[in-house]
């Protein structure tokens, strides 16, 4: 059963232009939502990760809006370029003490020139 | 340099035989996990540890064994119980301590069994 859950599966996105990645969960002790980046045969690396005790994050072009009360989480990447191209991971954590995270499916995202 | 070592970045075995994935960490990380990834399925975690000589199953540990004998060695033995081992294995640590739960990842080993 998947506990977080992430769409869309793929998303292609003229370069410029806005990124929307989304997430959604059921567990309310998640308390911990990052977001990763992999590159094809790489591992994943962390991008930015958000805490419910505030709606929004920014780093650079890169924002996670976060709504505690539909329990969903998003991803927006600002002026997408190609080098942005990769697959973007949600997790959520919290449930334990073991720092277990939780995977959506990931979403294949290409910018385009 | 400062990481998460993996090794091979490729594996390739006959069915039936058991072979071992290697993860060596210099982060001082307390905590280290093995991950499983398949197309479409995202990162399912096989097994974790958070000190040596602990382990936990993860969601699908079966098929699998691990040993935690360093801090900084969490190696796993695919064995061949597992009925379906090829896929892409990340290793994983974080350090446990308040409230951070930030995993860093290896850069995976490609197994392909026939």
């Known amino acids: 059963q998947q506990q977080v859950k992430q769409s869309p599966q793929s998303l292609i996105v003229q370069k410029g232009g806005i990124s929307i990645i989304n997430c959604a969960y059921e567990n309310t002790a998640f308390d911990y939502f990052p977001w990763y980046q992999q590159f094809p045969g790489k591992g994943p690396a962390l991008l930015i990760a958000i805490r419910p005790d505030v709606s929004e994050k920014k780093e650079g072009r890169f924002t996670i809006s976060f709504n505690k009360s539909a329990k969903q989480f998003s991803l927006h990447i600002m002026d997408s370029q190609p080098g942005d191209s990769a697959t973007y991971f949600c997790a959520a954590s919290g449930l334990t003490g073991a720092n277990n995270l939780f995977f959506g499916t990931g979403t294949r995202l290409t910018v385009i020139p | 340099d400062g990481g998460i070592t993996q090794s091979p970045k490729y594996l390739f075995r006959k069915e039936g035989q058991n072979v071992t994935l290697s993860c060596e960490q210099n982060?001082?990380?307390?905590?280290m996990y093995w991950y499983r990834q398949d197309p479409g399925q995202g990162l399912r975690l096989i097994y974790y540890?958070?000190?040596?000589?602990?382990?936990q199953k993860g969601d699908i540990a079966e098929g699998y064994s691990v040993s935690r004998e360093k801090k900084e060695s969490f190696p796993l033995t695919v064995t061949s119980a597992q009925k379906n081992p090829t896929a892409f294995y990340l290793c994983a640590s974080s350090i446990l301590a308040g409230s951070t739960y930030e995993q860093y990842f290896g850069p995976g080993t490609r197994l392909t069994v026939t």
């Open positions: 982060l001082n990380h307390d905590a």
């Open positions: 540890s958070q000190i040596v000589n602990d382990f």
